[in-house]
């Protein structure tokens, strides 16, 4: 008899945990009045002004002579005023160090007021145009930002979408939601029989989801139970590519992909025999009777999975075919609160195994775990482990998703929480399909070492083993475009967390050897620091000679979240080699956080 594989977006068992939406509170990445536009970005305080003084001035050429105008300037104001460093095209960097906004208007009437000063200006920020969504059910989302069990996904949207990227959903099919149609394209049934199918026929074109409801307990062999179709592939579907920016439900991880719904799962699961040729079909291969691939998938995800003690060889040759050609293959680790190495595929090789983690940031009650789990991610709990099996208490702790309101056969479009490791698979599918996209020559291999050396530890706990932590999006996908990526002779990273207490000074060392000479004019220094109130923080790059450079000074009145930029610094006058050090300090009480990373590129 061929292995049959299971949904595992459930609770401990495999009845699918149906909740009725509720309303929570997370805090956003931006409140709805605070969200970034194109047009109306967040206004931000001035802190600093380039001076370009006219040619032939001593202050045009001498960082000395400018130097000592801006504390002339300073003194004349009664402001601190201070020389930070030369721009490429030739401006002085000045400091205003506490002057408020009517003080920095008398500053820049003293600059101007010098004949010696061509132009003075203020330092303006400038923001990406990857807004926060407006989708009306993003604020639920928690997955997606909350520091502390969500996956950081928002600051990765600045460099990928997942644009030109497929993932295949190795499911129960789809039900037509109007959240999802537009990144979607064709698909295929792989259920052979008609009967679990429900569709008349056996393998064919269209990967409608025709329910996968039970009548009966026992229907589906010894101890299974009476259950509604779940709709379980539009779920996951949702969680990686649900229309973003539409003033509709949702966001999808990689909302810019494109998924394609291949359909294994109906009555009572579906066989190991369907599951392999549809792995083989959606990533390019040839299956005997079945057409052609048009729009092979770089992502599959399989959030599914049944007991084994091992991985099938059915299931492990579909696996190595589709890496061989590209295509990173993401499974569900299971449900069962056992260790995952008796669960497949989770148990397979050439796989990214994901546990679920819940919104506190512990390995969720019911989720698998052990050595064969390589990372984590948000899957949430719809109930705690405690209350009774099959009921939902916490449905503001799932995973929201596109979903569909009927019973047993399909109704109306809806959205509901969810929760199960079926959950957390498609956000890692999803943090894939952005990394593929934006950088198409990654292995699969490099994709998932790329995810787990940049997960974040698990700020709960986690019995058994969980992975290298929770995904952590943003720091992955500027780990794969360069922005922090170590090992390139020129760019060094110190990634270990450092946490910054109320009204405490905390660094994080980073060692450089191997550079010869001086420091560049223009190091470039990248800062990962998670922190719910960053106007509380005051951010400095020390050198090896102890000599500090500001980055950030503190702004009691920028309450966004985080620190995640690159500083440029002209530390030219500093011996390149030696311990740097990222200093911060937090001049205020009410909000913590941690130094995520940081990284210098010379």
Known sequence: MAASATILGVTATSAVALATEATPTPKPV????????????????????IVTYKSRTAEATSNTAAKTDATAKGAATGE?????????????????GDATGQDVSEVMAAFRAD???????????????????????????WDLFEPTGGMNVPGAWDKSTGSGVTVAVIDTGYAAHGDLSGNTVSGYDFISASADARDGNGRDANPADEGDWNATDGECGPGSKASDSSWHGTHVAGTIAATTHNAKGVAGIAYGAKVQHVRVLGKCGGASSDIADAITWASGGSVPGVPAN??????????????????????????????????????????????????????????????????????????????SVDVSAPGGETRRGTDTPGTVTTPENGILSTLNSGTTTRSAENYKPYQGTSMAAPHIAGLAALMESAKPALTPAEIESAIKANARPLPGTCTGGCGTGIADA????????????????????????VAIADNATVTSPLAVSGRTGSAPAALKVA???????????????VAPDGTAYRLKNSSGNDSADNVQTTYTVDASSEAANGTWKLQVRDVATGDTG???????TF
Not at 80 to 96: H, P, Q, Y
């Open 30 to 49: 931006a409140p709805a009045s605070q969200a970034m536009s194109a047009t109306t970005p967040p206004s931000a305080p001035v802190d600093k002004v």
């Open 80 to 96: 601190t005023l201070s020389f930070e460093r030369r721009l490429a095209g030739g401006g002085a960097l000045v400091d205003l």
């Open 115 to 141: 004949p010696q000063v061509a132009s003075v200006e203020a330092d303006l920020r400038a923001y990406p145009m990857a807004v926060a969504p407006n989708d009306t059910e993003y604020a639920k989302q």
């Open 294 to 371: 048009p729009t092979p998938a770089k992502v599959i995800n399989m959030s599914l999975g049944g007991p084994s003690s091992s991985c099938p060889s059915v299931y492990r040759n579909a696996i190595d075919g589709a890496v061989s050609r590209g295509t990173t293959v993401v499974v569900a680790a299971g449900n069962s609160n056992a260790n995952a190495s008796g669960s497949t595929p989770a148990n397979c090789a050439n796989v990214i195994n994901v546990a679920s983690t819940s919104r506190e940031g512990n390995r969720s009650f019911y989720s698998n775990f052990g050595s």
């Open 474 to 497: 943003t720091k992955t996908v500027n780990a794969v475009t360069g922005a922090t990526t170590p090992g390139t002779g020129a760019a060094f990273t110190n990634s270990t967390d």
């Open 527 to 541: 800062v990962d620091i998670k922190h719910t109130w960053r106007g509380d923080l005051v951010v400095d790059l």
């Open 594 to 600: 941690y130094i995520d990373s940081w990284g210098l």
